[in-house]
């Protein structure tokens, strides 16, 4: 009989109880499912690798051209992620030479012979050649390798030039 009693008076103690339990497993679950949404968003953001684009898509960050011609075109990301783009290699570098305040995390530009890809300008060779006029008419290209530029000089002529000479 007191069994009975105990029972009835002690099974909604057990449904409060196991409700409890499981809302608190949900929370946990809700939880760790917005940490790791929060933690791929975090990863995804801090790229800084170059954001490919098409004609007419932006417009320069600098002299404000339309960019159309995708040969000659560059970006630079920041540290924090912003992207700037660019017509020309002499636009980004003047960018870059009178935006020394902003912590600039890479810098890109396009080789000519493949505008689909992207490469570091440090990493780039750089051609000056009356040949090829690039937007700004600084006449720079980049390539990705010295075969390549030692191509595009017996096709263009001009001369190999570094970053440090860029007009």
């Known amino acids: 009989m007191w069994e009975l009693f105990f029972s009835l008076l002690l099974e909604p103690f057990y ?44 417009s320069c960050d600098v002299c404000h051209m339309q960019i159309v011609d995708m040969r000659f075109k560059a970006e630079a990301l920041t540290k924090k992620g912003k992207v700037y783009h660019f017509d020309s290699i002499e636009c980004l570098v003047k960018w870059q030479n009178t935006n020394k305040n902003l912590s600039i995390g890479s810098s890109w530009v396009t080789p000519f012979f493949s505008p689909e890809k992207w490469i570091a300008l440090n990493k780039a060779y750089l051609l000056q050649s009356s040949a090829l006029p690039s937007p700004m008419g600084g006449n720079l290209s980049a390539y990705s390798s010295q075969e390549e530029l030692e191509k595009a000089l017996k096709t263009f002529g001009g001369k190999e030039i570094s970053v440090k000479e860029v007009p």
């Not at 409060?16 to 760790?32: E, G, H, N, P, Q």
């Open 15 to 58: 449904f409060i109880l196991s409700s409890v339990k499981f809302a608190v497993y949900m929370i946990k679950t809700i939880f760790r499912f917005f940490l790791l949404s929060f933690f791929f968003i975090f990863l995804s953001c801090n790229n800084n690798k170059p954001v490919d684009f098409g004609p007419g898509e932006f």
